[in-house]
């Protein structure tokens, strides 16, 4: 099973200012097959970038993905009021054995 | 846009059954996979079940596995999770997840709000 370790657990910003967020596997994810998902509490999650770096439909550019084998990151260039809410990732190499990162909280400094 | 939302959830005695609906909207749901994902109180998110567009495959993770059952209406546009000998940890909210392709693969591009699962005495 590949293990997706995410860090840090609490990033603490404030709107306008960069985000960095990293993912990182127990071995290389093939083909780069990792998403990033945006979760707001009492909402659905919403995909945000699958391939390691394609943005799903609808997402603006500030959300970017990056990456290879077993180093990924998402960055949001500047972070608007409702970018902040938790953000997995989730490796799709070896389906149907999906796995998850814990999770990110990007919060409000 | 896509809609799912899933049903069903409740408490439930450890060792009872519950069965999970999903009703699925706004897209032809007979052409997707769709599967099930949950978290558990204070954890990471965890694949549960899979099945194909036409229902001819079906996955489940290990920790369910002869305890779970997905199937799927297409007529109806519904999928279903029957969950039998409930454990306290398959405590969690679970999810409906549409995948981009008829074979379940790939990442999960449309999910719903959850329904949550709590196995207690």
């Known amino acids: 099973e590949i293990v997706l370790t995410q860090s840090p657990g609490t990033l603490s910003l404030s709107p306008g200012e960069r985000a960095t967020l990293s993912c990182r596997a127990s071995q290389s994810v093939s083909s780069s097959y990792l998403a990033w998902y945006q979760h707001k509490p009492g909402q659905a999650p919403r995909l945000l970038i699958y391939?390691?770096?394609s943005r799903a439909t609808g997402i603006p550019d500030r959300f970017s993905g990056s990456g290879s084998g077993t180093d990924f990151t998402l960055t949001i260039s500047r972070l608007e009021p409702e970018d902040f809410a938790v953000y997995f990732c989730q490796q799709y190499a070896t389906s149907p054995t999906w796995t998850f990162g814990q999770g990110t909280k990007v919060g409000i400094k | 846009e896509v809609q799912l939302v899933e049903s069903g959830g409740g408490l439930v005695q450890p060792g009872g059954s519950l069965r999970l609906s999903c009703s699925a909207s706004?897209?032809?749901?007979?052409?997707?996979?769709i599967h099930w994902v949950r978290q558990a109180p204070g954890k990471g998110l965890e694949f549960v079940s899979a099945?194909?567009?036409?229902?001819?495959?079906?996955y489940y993770a290990d920790s369910v596995k002869g305890r779970f059952t997905i199937s799927r209406d297409n007529s109806k546009n519904t999928l279903y999770l029957e969950m039998s000998s409930l454990r306290p940890e398959d405590t969690a909210v679970y999810y409906c997840?549409?995948?981009?392709?008829?074979?379940?693969?790939?990442?999960?591009?449309?999910w719903g709000q959850g329904t949550l699962v709590t196995v207690s005495s």
């Open positions: 997840v549409k995948g981009p392709f008829s074979i379940a693969a790939r990442y999960f591009d449309y």
């Open positions: 099945i194909s567009s036409n229902g001819g495959s079906t």
């Open positions: 391939g390691a770096s």
């Open positions: 706004r897209f032809t749901f007979s052409n997707y996979a």
